[in-house]
């Protein structure tokens, strides 16, 4: 059974950093695409990042541009979201999400595995 646990996120003041994790019970986790997406009280779910198979390649969400870096490590079956500079616009539960699609996407439907969430909350 495919289980993705996230872990990291937590409250932090505007201006702070965050480290997401998430581990994957994939057996060949290197031929997943992998990605970070999340949701805000009453909103939809919202593309973060994304990373390629070997982590050659990423895309960013306008949310998390220039801010965030997205990154993983195959030998550990575990992908990271390092997020700096945060705001309170920023608070949203944080979704990892698996993709056998074969290119890094930002479609939500493209994904085939999630996992539960992890809340950040960003204060003023």
């Known amino acids: 059974q495919v289980q993705l646990v996230e872990s990291g996120g937590g409250l932090v003041q505007a201006g702070g950093s965050l480290r997401l994790s998430c581990a994957a019970s994939?057996?060949?986790?290197?031929?997943?695409?992998m990605g970070w997406f999340r949701q805000a009280p009453g909103k939809g779910r919202e593309f973060v990042a994304s990373?390629?198979?070997?982590?050659?390649?990423?895309n960013y969400g306008d949310s998390g541009k220039g801010r965030w870096t997205i990154s993983r490590n195959n030998d550990k079956n575990t992908v990271y979201l390092e997020m700096n500079n945060l705001e309170p616009e920023d608070t949203a539960v944080y979704y990892c999400?698996?993709?056998?699609?074969?290119?890094?996407?930002?479609?939500?439907?493209?994904?085939?595995?999630w996992g539960q969430g992890t809340q950040v909350t960003v204060s003023s």
């Open positions: 999400a698996a993709s056998t699609g074969g290119r890094i996407s930002t479609i939500v439907s493209d994904y085939s595995y």
């Open positions: 994939l057996r060949t986790f290197r031929t997943y695409i």
């Open positions: 990373i390629s198979f070997r982590g050659s390649t990423t």
